[in-house]
């Protein structure tokens, strides 16, 4: 069929995504699932882009990616024209690529009234084709500033902070407290959504770009904070967002109830043949409910399938989200709707309003999980609607593993104590939009500043720290920021995270 004009392309082609392999197929190995398209197959999708001339998408997208640009420039065959317009506002398209919710996507006019562009598909196509076509390669920068960054974590904020700032010529030393780097991305992502192998690749080449990552170091611990600040010229902290939120029952210290990031971690190292850390947690053969129901919830209920678990209840406290928008949660914001993830599909009982009240074992271990069910009740003189349990809707269930999911509450204050650090509201590193803690030397970026998010936010708070960091240490700084190319980040509320 001869292509369409370029603008017309949604007349033509329908949205449509690769298949991923089947639930029995896939739920046997930790492998990356959904197939890729051809090149052929990418620009059909990247056709369907309007152009609309008031790219909505680019204003859902937490990194101002020039979204109109790249499809179009894959419509024309220019692939690596294309990949170089990503990297102008992405350090790592091939991640967001595969694990970023696509707040874009939401946000995208074609979706008013037909199915979004598949525009996370189209940067994952661009992203692994530039690593394919030897395209991507270490940058390594030609004059040294003589300045030196130490930056401590190594996930998506500290990566993306660390490749520009020793691109602008600075000596960058990542200390990262695991024995791998990559923060979240290698120890928690589990491998069946972001292969290691993806993540190693662009490692290598920071490394032969000069980033000097030191594993194994534990800063506030190992170091204490004040040697860095007394060795470098700053220090950024992106240390994220690690201390898990507990709950206060009874029953809690039974064993077979972990958080889940233990049991996500333990997996991860499984798959890259590494010696697992503490106990082993495994839910071969075993009862398993998750309690909590977001992407950590959703991550332990794929490796629980893969483990081979017996059966997976997921439990929600909050109630059901609406399958479609509210009224008050209009295109182009962020849909709060039911988000059904691939780890869903492969199965498990899924439940919501569930308000855990106590465990209970045998011999120190964890057999029957007690819950309730509950409502909101009527407002109260401060407008706020408290939570009521439902008389007579009290049960239990039988279970050998219990995975707590409830999120993240903060970074770990170690760091900040020792050098005296201020605090925000939520237990996060105050730092302003110049990602300056209240030590001048000091500055904090992605989930540690601003709470638990997500890779392309982390990615996007790494990338402007470390322009601010190259403004502080120069006086002038040529790195881009979001800003540089007509974009200003968008409030919170109108893209996840
Ligand atoms: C299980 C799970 C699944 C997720 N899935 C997704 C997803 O699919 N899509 C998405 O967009 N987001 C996802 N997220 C969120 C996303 O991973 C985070 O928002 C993102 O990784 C935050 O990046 P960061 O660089 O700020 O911190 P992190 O990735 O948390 O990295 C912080 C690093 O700092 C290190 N560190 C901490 N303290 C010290 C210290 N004192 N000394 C040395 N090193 C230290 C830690 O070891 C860690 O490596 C997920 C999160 C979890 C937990
Ligand atoms: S990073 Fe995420 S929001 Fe931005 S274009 Fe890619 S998929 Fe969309």
Sequence with gaps: MPRPSKEKGFMAYLRELPPDLPVEERVRHYDEFTATWSPEQTRDQSYRCMNCGVPFCQYGCPLGNIIPDFNDLVKDDQWRDALDRLHSTNNFPEFTGRVCPAPCEAACVLGITEP???????????????????????QPPKKRSGKRVAIVGSGPAGLAAAQQLNRAGHYVTVFERADEPGGLLTYGIPDFKLSKVVVCRRLDQMRAEGVEFRC?????????????????????????????????????????IHLAMEFLCQQNRRVARRPVLGREITARG????????????????????????KKVWSFELLPKPPLDRIESNPWPQWPFVLYTSSSHKEGGERDWSVMTKRFSGEDGQVRRLHAVRWEWGPQDENGRRPMVE???????????????????VHPEHDIATQLGLELDARGNIRAGADFRTSHDKVFA????????????????????????????????SDLPSAASHGYDAVPLETAAG
């Design 286 to 309: 075993k009862n398993v409910i998750i309690l909590g129901g977001g992407d950590t919830g959703s991550d332990c209920l794929g490796t629980s399938h893969r483990q081979g678990a």
């Design 390 to 408: 439902i008389p007579r809707t009290d049960f239990e269930i039988e279970c050998e593993l219990v995975l707590l999911a409830l999120g993240f």
């Design 445 to 476: 970026a992605g989930d540690a500043r601003r709470g638990q998010s997500l890779v392309v936010w982390a990615i996007h708070e790494g990338r402007e720290a470390a322009r601010e960091i190259d403004l502080a240490l120069r006086g002038y």
């Design 116 to 138: 979004p562009v598949t525009i996370k598909l189209i940067e994952r196509e661009i992203g692994d084709r530039g690593w394919q076509e030897g395209w991507i390669r270490p």
């Design 216 to 256: 194994n170091v534990w800063v506030g611990k190992e170091i204490p904070a004040t040697r860095l600040v007394e060795d470098f010229d700053i220090i950024l902290l992106t240390i994220g967002a690690t201390k898990s939120r507990d709950l206060d029952i009874p029953g809690r210290d039974l064993a077979g």
